[in-house]
């Protein structure tokens, strides 16, 4: 069992950043592929971005790709989701998923987060 906590979600005007952590307990975090996903109102839970159990292989949604950075950090049983450029487009809440495969699927991540709230003002 994973236990998943998201935090550094906020309101932020549109152009500025933000800097999303997931912290991990339980069984050996590196073991793990991460990824981020997240849910607007009304729609469905789309995938953000991912890496490896490694930290070598990085996938990111299009919508994100140059503007988004995912890193972990092993040694502290923590991932991370920088975000910059951000656009009201990006107003979600965000959610940090485990699992034992790296993919961009949604239904491949066995462990979530209760998630964290990003709005995006214009």
């Known amino acids: 069992q994973v236990q998943l906590v998201e935090s550094g979600g906020g309101l932020v005007q549109a152009g500025g950043s933000l800097r999303l952590s997931c912290a991990a307990s339980g069984r050996t975090f590196g073991n793990y592929a991460m990824a981020w996903f997240r849910q607007a109102p009304g729609k469905e839970r789309e995938f953000v971005s991912s890496i490896s159990w490694n930290g070598g292989n990085f996938a990111y949604a299009n919508s994100v790709k140059g503007r988004f950075t995912i890193s972990r950090d092993d040694a502290n049983n923590t991932m991370f989701l920088q975000m910059n450029s951000l656009k009201p487009e990006d107003t979600a809440v965000y959610y940090c998923?485990?699992?034992?495969?790296?993919?961009?699927?949604?239904?491949?991540?066995?462990?979530w987060g209760q998630g964290t709230q990003v709005t995006v003002s214009s």
């Open positions: 998923a485990a699992g034992s495969r790296w993919s961009t699927g949604v239904n491949v991540y066995d462990y």
